[in-house]
């Protein structure tokens, strides 16, 4: 009795131990035939897959799947060659128990974005961005406020992202949002979080004129009055006719009463506003619009109350239109007809198409003058040679313009407007919040920054087929503009150009650690020309110590930008910006950027990142130093004197843009992410784990890491629980706290970084040209996607893990699909001579190097003796290499998959190996876990390569049967 007693006490013992398979990630999504790579736990030495597939939006009864590549903690199966309606559901057995389960191809939404950031807008847009967020027939987006639900018919962006137009009647308050791909399937729904809708902030309708009080302000009162919003067209009462010569414009609309003429003013929306100008009797031009020919039987009717008029319109022609600034002139139709006189002499409204007989409220529709603060635009005349001195007739508007803005300011917001002109500057201008600088058009209104504004002497002796010229001076001691327009934050910029030839940051905000004023800054249609170097550069016709001055400038470490702003809501598009310094610097940022231009002089980079959350960047045209958005560089106060501690950048998407020409310069160009040390504050086992607690051996690098590491991620790169990480939320001492539990909860034997964190990046559609890399993960990043990408001489398409100091930024859960090298030889920054491209990933150097590095440098060796993987489970999927490249995977990676790929015209298709890191070095350990199925080579000369093969499982099992299969 008692030894049954003791067998079933050991048997219940043996039962409590044993824990179910756990499935952490599996690669998402996956197509019919395709490869699942799962991360878990206690999958045991032999387990067992089952699939239910989607039929009509039913599950099927579960089947087995074939298991190609497993270990305790990963596996790797394979799906049918038909999965149905697309979504799966599989579960892992270990032979006595099965794994809950897990959802392959439902729609997944990482981040939700609005039209301004972390708002939206009745009349804007929400977008969302994850996975598997095709669209089928009947997809739809669901907004949900207490009792009331709004469906809105979801937009194809790309799988990753989908946008939804919000109705312009939306009312403001909190909606919770859903997303429905279409299929019948529960599964196909998925919520995207809570989105607050609210009216988009309006500045107060005041307009301040920078120009002097004179003839032309005559002139442009049209112009300025286009700009409002009219919705009905406004009949004077008779008055004495005018028999004044009137030019008649386009946009203008003729009235005839009984008593004379009367001009009308037509507005953008297609309305009109009385003016004082009275032009010839007899016509009227109904509002623009398409398709107005003229048929047999063409009518126009004005209805006023129970009197109806019917006109005969008269032939169509093509006039121009004068637009305000903020439009593109266009050619449309108008008609003419006659008007006879109304019954009466009462002032009549005449509603135009397709608005109410009642009036539009519109806001005061004062307008504040401040021509008398003096701003005078000029326009040198073509033989005007370049001096560095005023122009003729030109004068320094610095104060002027100035005092406009602060008037906008003091009046709580408000247009500061441009005409059409030269206007020269001096020193900066600061913008107040919530005031708006607006120029008459990008090519109509500039702002140029002269270098200095000193007496000139002039030449005794006239040179340059008799030109006047002035002797140069001593420019060495002439400082740089620290900015040349400069904000707290809410402030907008459009429609004009900025020339500068000296200056450290052209447009700059504050950085929101700084104020909480930051951000919500608008750059729209603004062209800019920023060159330090452009009158000095090796020159003695301004300065007599020109080299001096070329020196002093180049060597300014001060690397500001063309944009140099901060703070949420950022939203800069249709720019074309070329700069001798970086053209946009993002700090602490998010926002919308796109159809940009922007260029630079190849010294930094061209667009730099720091601290992002949430950015969109798509369809610009960049050129010379690279686009690095998605980086952990510290940041740098306006001043340059305070570095702040960047912990993470995540939430980006970067698509349909293009990169080329960066031959030089601070990086290799393409597409990148950088970083900053220190990389993190602990590397090492953990002591102990309670739900969202860990309990470290040691304290960390960092005693106030609760407050300012708060943002970095915990991520477990072995042992038990491995290929998990978390936020950090707080702890003090040696106790961590982390933002959920964990799926698999860790013990002694898990290894854990505690780092800055690089995450949620969505790369897609981009194009590079002449480059060192197209698409560069460097220092790892979780949750990352490259999709479609192609290069041309443009570099690897990869992701790098490093280490730095005895600290690692980890590389988990990158996925690789459709990626094109079409022109595999490439001449980047970082290296001489030309060399072949890569599809990858690969780490360097590893966590127990940098033992050896501390001891060479003589500082106190803090690097664990750690040997494991610094990057897990990544996907490389259909990918193409035309030429002169390879697919590779060296260093410590764990659990990866190569599939469906295709290598022609190289030395080797598939590299694994040891190797890994810029400097060639060998590793102690290398990669494992690595399956290779349904490549495809053609003119290779060695399919597979490497020194770790071995820990590689190659299966040509499908290869296509036009093609030998190798090996």
Same mark, same amino acid.
């Given at each position: 009795?008692?030894?049954?007693?003791?067998?079933?006490?050991?048997?219940?013992?043996?039962?409590?131990?044993?824990?179910?398979?756990?499935?952490?990630?599996?690669?998402?999504?996956?197509?019919?035939?395709? &490869?699942?790579?799962?991360?878990?736990?206690?999958?045991?030495?032999?387990?067992?897959?089952?699939?239910?597939?989607?039929?009509?939006?039913?599950?099927?009864?579960?089947?087995?799947?074939?298991?190609?590549?497993?270990?305790?903690?990963?596996?790797?199966?394979?799906?049918?060659?038909?999965?149905?309606?697309?979504?799966?559901?599989?579960?892992?057995?270990?032979?006595?128990?099965?794994?809950? $389960?897990?959802?392959?191809?439902?729609?997944?939404?990482?981040?939700?974005?609005?039209?301004?950031?972390?708002?939206?807008?009745?009349?804007?847009?929400?977008?969302?961005?994850?996975?598997?967020?095709?669209?089928? $027939?009947?997809?739809?987006?669901?907004?949900?406020?207490?009792?009331?639900?709004?469906?809105?018919?979801?937009?194809?962006?790309?799988?990753?992202?989908?946008?939804?137009?919000?109705?312009?009647?939306?009312?403001?308050?909190?909606?919770?949002?859903?997303?429905?791909?279409?299929?019948?399937?529960?599964?196909?729904?998925?919520?995207?979080?809570?989105?607050?809708?609210?009216?988009?902030?309006?500045?107060?309708?005041?307009?301040?004129?920078?120009?002097?009080?004179?003839?032309?302000? *005559?002139?442009?009162?049209?112009?300025?009055?286009?700009?409002?919003?009219?919705?009905?067209?406004?009949?004077?009462?008779?008055?004495?006719?005018?028999?004044?010569?009137?030019?008649?414009?386009?946009?203008?609309?003729?009235?005839?009463?009984?008593?004379?003429?009367?001009?009308?003013?037509?507005?953008?929306?297609?309305?009109?506003?009385?003016?004082?100008?009275?032009?010839?009797?007899?016509?009227?031009?109904?509002?623009?619009?398409?398709?107005?020919?003229?048929?047999?039987?063409?009518?126009?009717?004005?209805?006023?109350?129970?009197?109806?008029?019917?006109?005969?319109?008269?032939?169509?022609?093509?006039?121009?239109?004068?637009?305000?600034?903020?439009?593109?002139?266009?050619?449309?139709?108008?008609?003419?007809?006659?008007?006879?006189?109304?019954?009466?002499?009462?002032?009549?409204?005449?509603?135009?198409?397709?608005?109410?007989?009642?009036?539009?409220?519109?806001?005061?529709?004062?307008?504040?003058?401040?021509?008398?603060?003096?701003a005078v635009p000029a326009e040198p005349g073509y033989l005007q040679y370049t001096t560095a001195m005023l122009a003729e007739g030109q004068v320094d508007s610095t104060d002027a313009i100035q005092k406009a803005l602060d008037a906008a300011g003091k009046a709580g917001g408000g247009i500061v407007q441009f005409p059409r002109g030269i206007f020269v500057l001096s020193k900066g201008l600061t913008i107040p919040m919530h005031v708006t600088l607006r120029g008459a058009g990008s090519g109509l209104t500039t702002l140029s920054y002269v270098d200095d504004l000193l007496p000139r002497e002039q030449r005794q002796?006239?040179?340059?087929?008799?030109?006047?010229?002035?002797?140069?001076?001593?420019?060495?001691?002439?400082?740089?503009?620290?900015?040349?327009?400069?904000?707290?934050?809410? +402030?907008?910029?459009?429609?004009?150009?900025?020339?500068?030839?000296?200056?450290?940051?052209?447009?700059?905000?504050?950085?929101?650690?700084?104020? $909480?004023?930051?951000?919500?800054?608008?750059?729209?249609?603004?062209?800019?020309?920023?060159?330090?170097?452009?009158?000095?550069?090796?020159?003695?016709?301004?300065?007599?110590?020109?080299?001096?001055?070329?020196? =002093?400038?180049?060597?300014?470490?001060?690397?500001?930008?063309?944009?140099?702003?901060?703070?949420?809501?950022?939203?800069?598009?249709?720019?074309?910006?070329?700069?001798?310094?970086?053209?946009?610097?993002?700090?602490?940022?998010?926002?919308?950027?796109?159809?940009?231009?922007?260029?630079?002089?190849?010294?930094?980079?061209?667009?730099?990142?720091?601290?992002?959350?949430?950015?969109? +960047?798509?369809?610009?045209?960049?050129?010379?130093?690279?686009?690095?958005?998605?980086?952990?560089?510290?940041?740098?106060?306006?001043?340059?004197?305070?570095?702040?501690?960047?912990?993470?950048?995540?939430?980006?998407?970067?698509?349909?843009?293009?990169?080329?020409?960066?031959?030089?310069?601070?990086?290799?160009?393409?597409?990148?992410?950088?970083?900053?040390?220190?990389?993190?504050?602990?590397?090492?086992?953990?002591?102990?784990?309670?739900?969202?607690?860990?309990?470290?051996?040691?304290?960390?690098?960092?005693?106030?890491?609760?407050? =300012?590491?708060?943002?970095?991620?915990?991520?477990?790169?072995?042992?038990?629980?491995?290929?998990?990480?978390?936020?950090?939320?707080?702890?003090?001492?040696?106790t961590l706290l982390v933002d959920k539990a964990w799926d698999v909860p860790l013990d002694t034997t898990s290894f854990i970084s505690v780092c800055k964190a690089l995450d949620h990046v969505i790369a897609v559609d981009n194009v590079t040209h002449d480059a060192g890399n197209t698409i560069l993960f460097w220092c790892g990043g979780i949750e990352v996607i490259a999709a479609r990408n192609k290069s041309i001489r443009g570099g690897a398409i990869q992701q790098i893990t490093i280490s730095y100091q005895g600290q690692v930024l980890p590389g988990l859960r990158a996925q690789f699909f459709d990626n094109e090298?079409?022109?595999?030889?490439?001449?980047?920054? &970082?290296?001489?001579?030309?060399?072949?491209?890569?599809?990858?990933?690969?780490?360097?150097?590893?966590?127990?190097?940098?033992?050896?590095?501390?001891?060479?440098?003589?500082?106190?060796?803090?690097?664990?003796?750690?040997?494991?993987?610094?990057?897990?489970?990544?996907? +490389?999927?259909?990918?193409?290499?035309?030429?002169?490249?390879?697919?590779?995977?060296?260093?410590?990676?764990? *659990?990866?998959?190569?599939?469906?790929?295709?290598?022609?015209?190289?030395?080797?298709?598939?590299?694994?190996?040891?190797?890994?890191?810029?400097?060639?070095? +060998?590793?102690?350990?290398?990669?494992?876990?690595?399956?290779?199925?349904?490549?495809?080579?053609?003119?290779?000369?060695?399919?597979?390569?490497?020194?770790?093969?071995?820990?590689?499982?190659?299966?040509?099992?499908?290869?296509?049967?036009?093609?030998?299969?190798?090996?």
């Amino acid at each position: 009795m008692v030894k049954n007693l003791l067998l079933a006490l050991a048997a219940l013992s043996t039962a409590t131990l044993h824990a179910k398979p756990v499935v952490i990630w599996a690669s998402d999504p996956v197509r019919a035939g395709e &490869s699942v790579v799962v991360r878990g736990d206690g999958f045991g030495g032999k387990a067992a897959v089952e699939i239910s597939l989607s039929q009509n939006g039913n599950p099927t009864d579960w089947q087995p799947a074939k298991v190609l590549q497993q270990t305790p903690s990963t596996l790797k199966f394979a799906l049918p060659a038909q999965i149905g309606d697309g979504i799966v559901r599989f579960r892992i057995s270990d032979g006595k128990e099965s794994s809950e $389960p897990s959802l392959l191809n439902a729609p997944k939404i990482w981040w939700m974005q609005g039209d301004e950031t972390e708002t939206a807008t009745p009349g804007g847009w929400l977008r969302l961005f994850g996975l598997n967020l095709n669209l089928r $027939p009947g997809a739809k987006a669901t907004l949900r406020a207490g009792d009331s639900t709004i469906s809105l018919t979801p937009e194809a962006v790309d799988e990753f992202a989908i946008r939804i137009p919000l109705p312009a009647d939306l009312k403001p308050g909190e909606y919770t949002v859903e997303f429905h791909n279409g299929l019948a399937d529960a599964a196909a729904n998925a919520t995207a979080g809570k989105i607050q809708i609210a009216p988009k902030k309006q500045a107060p309708s005041r307009i301040f004129d920078v120009m002097p009080t004179t003839a032309k302000s *005559n002139r442009l009162a049209a112009r300025r009055g286009s700009s409002t919003n009219s919705q009905h067209l406004e009949i004077p009462a008779p008055a004495r006719p005018d028999r004044r010569r009137h030019r008649a414009l386009p946009h203008q609309l003729m009235a005839k009463e009984s008593s004379g003429p009367s001009l009308l003013n037509a507005q953008n929306s297609g309305g009109c506003r009385a003016t004082r100008q009275r032009p010839p009797p007899g016509r009227l031009a109904p509002p623009f619009g398409l398709n107005l020919n003229l048929h047999p039987g063409a009518k126009a009717t004005l209805r006023a109350g129970d009197s109806t008029i019917s006109l005969t319109p008269e032939g169509s022609m093509n006039l121009p239109i004068l637009a305000s600034s903020s439009r593109r002139s266009q050619a449309p139709e108008r008609i003419h007809g006659r008007i006879p006189q109304w019954p009466g002499g009462r002032r009549r409204r005449i509603a135009t198409a397709g608005n109410s007989n009642r009036p539009k409220k519109r806001a005061p529709s004062r307008i504040f003058d401040v021509t008398n603060y003096g701003a005078v635009p000029a326009e040198p005349g073509y033989l005007q040679y370049t001096t560095a001195m005023l122009a003729e007739g030109q004068v320094d508007s610095t104060d002027a313009i100035q005092k406009a803005l602060d008037a906008a300011g003091k009046a709580g917001g408000g247009i500061v407007q441009f005409p059409r002109g030269i206007f020269v500057l001096s020193k900066g201008l600061t913008i107040p919040m919530h005031v708006t600088l607006r120029g008459a058009g990008s090519g109509l209104t500039t702002l140029s920054y002269v270098d200095d504004l000193l007496p000139r002497e002039q030449r005794q002796k006239k040179l340059y087929w008799g030109a006047q010229q002035f002797e140069p001076i001593k420019g060495v001691d002439f400082e740089p503009h620290p900015y040349l327009i400069r904000g707290e934050g809410h +402030f907008t910029v459009e429609d004009l150009a900025i020339y500068a030839i000296n200056h450290h940051a052209g447009i700059q905000s504050e950085l929101p650690v700084n104020s $909480p004023n930051a951000g919500h800054v608008t750059i729209r249609r603004v062209l800019m020309r920023l060159d330090r170097f452009i009158n000095n550069d090796r020159t003695n016709r301004h300065f007599s110590d020109a080299e001096e001055v070329f020196l =002093k400038r180049w060597r300014d470490k001060r690397r500001t930008g063309a944009i140099d702003v901060g703070g949420p809501n950022i939203q800069i598009t249709d720019c074309d910006i070329y700069s001798s310094l970086q053209v946009l610097m993002l700090n602490g940022s998010s926002g919308y950027i796109a159809r940009n231009k922007f260029s630079a002089v190849p010294r930094h980079w061209t667009v730099f990142g720091r601290r992002t959350q949430k950015v969109i +960047f798509e369809n610009n045209d960049c050129s010379d130093g690279g686009v690095s958005l998605n980086s952990v560089h510290d940041m740098v106060t306006n001043d340059g004197q305070t570095r702040i501690q960047s912990m993470y950048s995540r939430e980006i998407y970067i698509a349909r843009n293009a990169m080329k020409d960066s031959y030089r310069g601070d990086r290799d160009g393409g597409f990148n992410s950088d970083f900053h040390a220190p990389v993190g504050i602990y590397t090492g086992t953990v002591e102990k784990c309670e739900g969202t607690t860990l309990v470290l051996p040691k304290e960390t690098d960092d005693p106030e890491f609760a407050t =300012k590491w708060l943002g970095a991620v915990v991520v477990v790169l072995d042992g038990k629980g491995a290929g998990q990480y978390r936020s950090l939320a707080g702890g003090s001492g040696k106790t961590l706290l982390v933002d959920k539990a964990w799926d698999v909860p860790l013990d002694t034997t898990s290894f854990i970084s505690v780092c800055k964190a690089l995450d949620h990046v969505i790369a897609v559609d981009n194009v590079t040209h002449d480059a060192g890399n197209t698409i560069l993960f460097w220092c790892g990043g979780i949750e990352v996607i490259a999709a479609r990408n192609k290069s041309i001489r443009g570099g690897a398409i990869q992701q790098i893990t490093i280490s730095y100091q005895g600290q690692v930024l980890p590389g988990l859960r990158a996925q690789f699909f459709d990626n094109e090298i079409l022109e595999g030889t490439t001449w980047g920054a &970082s290296f001489i001579f030309p060399r072949g491209s890569n599809i990858g990933t690969l780490t360097y150097p590893p966590i127990s190097h940098d033992r050896t590095l501390q001891a060479d440098q003589g500082v106190p060796v803090t690097a664990p003796d750690y040997h494991g993987p610094m990057a897990l489970d990544q996907v +490389f999927r259909r990918n193409t290499i035309a030429n002169n490249g390879r697919f590779f995977v060296g260093g410590n990676v764990q *659990n990866v998959l190569f599939e469906a790929g295709s290598v022609s015209d190289a030395e080797i298709g598939l590299e694994v190996t040891t190797r890994g890191g810029r400097w060639a070095d +060998f590793l102690q350990g290398g990669p494992t876990d690595i399956l290779a199925r349904n490549n495809i080579f053609k003119n290779v000369t060695t399919p597979y390569a490497g020194d770790r093969l071995n820990e590689t499982i190659i299966l040509p099992d499908q290869i296509d049967s036009s093609t030998e299969p190798v090996p």
